[in-house]
């Protein structure tokens, strides 16, 4: 079993940053893809970024420019740097992990949410 344990959420004004970070542990073979996700209420999942263990990023377009997202392969962690904050971006942010097993399955893991509050 996987566990995922994000931190770093709180209560930002416009224009600020925060940095989150989500650690992996438990029985890991790889980890394929790291992202991020965030949740309103009312609406469905959506993707922030991801990065490949390869390095190679993806953005959402609402957030190019604003968002870095990095990994530290050797701690089992995924950052999200997230400058410029605007309200829009207020949402809970979830980190997924997809997770490679010896047998060369891949499984989906999620962390459990952490809250980005952006205040005008």
């Known amino acids: 079993q996987v566990q995922l344990v994000e931190s770093g959420g709180g209560l930002v004004q416009a224009g600020g940053s925060l940095r989150l970070s989500c650690a992996a542990s438990?029985?890991?073979?790889?980890?394929?893809?790291m992202g991020w996700y965030r949740q309103t209420p009312g609406k469905q999942r959506e993707l922030v970024a991801t990065?490949?263990?390869?390095?190679?990023?993806n953005y959402a377009d609402s957030v190019k420019g604003r968002f870095t997202i990095s990994r530290d392969n050797a701690k089992n962690t995924v950052f999200l740097q997230m400058n410029s904050l605007k309200p829009e971006d207020t949402a809970v942010y979830h980190c997924?992990?997809?997770?490679?097993?010896?047998?060369?399955?891949?499984?989906?893991?999620w962390g459990q949410g952490t809250q980005v509050t952006v205040s005008s």
């Open positions: 438990g029985r890991i073979f790889s980890i394929n893809v």
């Open positions: 997924n992990f997809r997770v490679g097993n010896y047998y060369g399955i891949n499984n989906d893991y």
């Open positions: 990065i490949s263990n390869g390095g190679v990023t």
